[in-house]
């Protein structure tokens, strides 16, 4: 079983970056499909991207499109959200997902989450 363990959020004024990163630990990192979600307060948590096994495959939330990278680096079992161009829209708790198989946008697909890391961009 696997543990995700966000890190690398913080407060940033719009037009600002940040890179997250998720540290994988416990699991063979190479075997799973790796996802970011957020959540905002008082919404549903959303999709923003997913990344395949070996990192060619990537897919982004429209909101995202263009501002937000998402990598990772196998051997260091740590999957990397790099976010440029930030709004206030950002703004909300960044989770970091992990699933068996081959996953999509919807929660379900995902097996595994980390706690969260917060994301605050300010006008």
């Known amino acids: 079983q696997v543990q995700l363990v966000e890190s690398g959020g913080g407060s940033v004024q719009a037009g600002g970056s940040l890179r997250l990163s998720c540290a994988a630990s416990?699991?063979?990192?190479?075997?799973?499909?790796m996802g970011w979600f957020r959540q905002a307060p008082g919404t549903e948590r959303e999709f923003v991207s997913s990344?395949?096994?070996?990192?060619?495959?990537?897919r982004y939330a429209d909101s995202v499109k263009g501002r937000f990278t998402i990598s990772r680096d196998n051997a260091k079992s740590t999957m990397y959200l790099q976010m440029n161009r930030l709004k206030p829209e950002d703004t909300a708790v960044y989770y970091c997902?992990?699933?068996?198989?081959?996953?999509?946008?919807?929660?379900?697909?995902?097996?595994?989450w980390g706690q969260g890391t917060q994301v605050t961009v300010s006008s």
């Open positions: 990344i395949s096994w070996g990192g060619g495959s990537t």
């Open positions: 416990g699991g063979i990192f190479s075997t799973y499909y």
């Open positions: 997902a992990a699933a068996t198989r081959v996953a999509g946008s919807r929660r379900t697909d995902y097996d595994y």
